[in-house]
């Protein structure tokens, strides 16, 4: 069984900084998709950034980008230029066909 | 596009009541999941349709929790009877190959209290 580990219970920014959250799982599987959400207290969880394992370019969208280490079983989140609207939880999730399994979350707040 | 729909958005209940969810996915989207996130951890799947067959129920407790989701498009979780431990947000989505199937998209949940 596929296990997403998110180590970062809380993480906190100031604004206009940059900031990392941590992301390990675990898997056999050699083809899978991995995923950053973003939930903030309405509870929507709204899809931050898409990687494909096959891929080995790291995927990118306009602040947020991953380091996606394969290898290493490890998926990071970067978060540059921080912005208050950015404060949310935020869950790293596998999914492999269409079984997505999702880690235990990490708390980010940004700070004027 | 209209996304996914929950109902209720809240439901406070005691004890041994029951309860029930309803979630209608977007239109045309084949699969339909129902995730559990208690306080504090991520969405746990509970219940995955395609179409209106069950691909994976392995972790709903069986005992008290049921789904149905005939004609394929919505669907319904219910809990009989509810207990202390199943306070949670309730989390449906639905995914479609056309779509990319590989992206779920998720409704507001269902926060529920049990008292």
């Known amino acids: 069984a596929q296990t997403v580990t998110q180590s970062q219970p809380e993480m906190s920014v100031q604004e206009a900084e940059t900031v990392t959250l941590s992301c390990t799982y675990d898997t056999s599987e050699n083809n899978y998709y991995l995923f950053w959400y973003k939930q903030p207290p309405s509870r929507q969880m709204i899809l931050v950034i898409r990687q494909e394992a096959y891929k080995q370019q790291n995927a990118t969208e306009n602040r947020f980008s991953v380091n996606f280490q394969k290898a290493a079983k490890s998926f990071s989140l970067k978060i540059s230029d921080s912005q208050l609207g950015d404060t949310a939880m935020y869950f790293c999730a596998f999914m492999k066909v269409d079984d997505m399994r999702f880690g235990a979350g990490t708390r980010l707040t940004v700070k004027p | 596009e209209a996304g996914v729909a929950q109902s209720p958005r809240y439901k406070i209940i005691e004890k041994r009541q029951s309860v029930a969810f309803w979630c209608n996915p977007i239109?045309?989207?084949?699969?339909l999941y129902w995730y559990q996130q208690i306080l504090g951890q991520g969405p746990k799947l509970l219940i995955q349709?395609?179409?209106?067959?069950?691909?994976?129920d392995s972790q709903l407790p069986k005992d008290r929790f049921s789904a149905e989701r005939l004609k394929g498009v919505d669907s319904t979780l219910k809990i009989q009877p509810a207990k202390l431990e199943d306070s949670a947000v309730y989390l449906c989505a639905s995914s479609s190959p056309g779509q990319g199937h590989e992206k779920l998209f998720f409704g507001s949940g269902t926060q529920l209290s049990v008292l």
């Open positions: 239109s045309g989207h084949a699969t």
């Open positions: 349709f395609q179409n209106n067959g069950v691909v994976d």
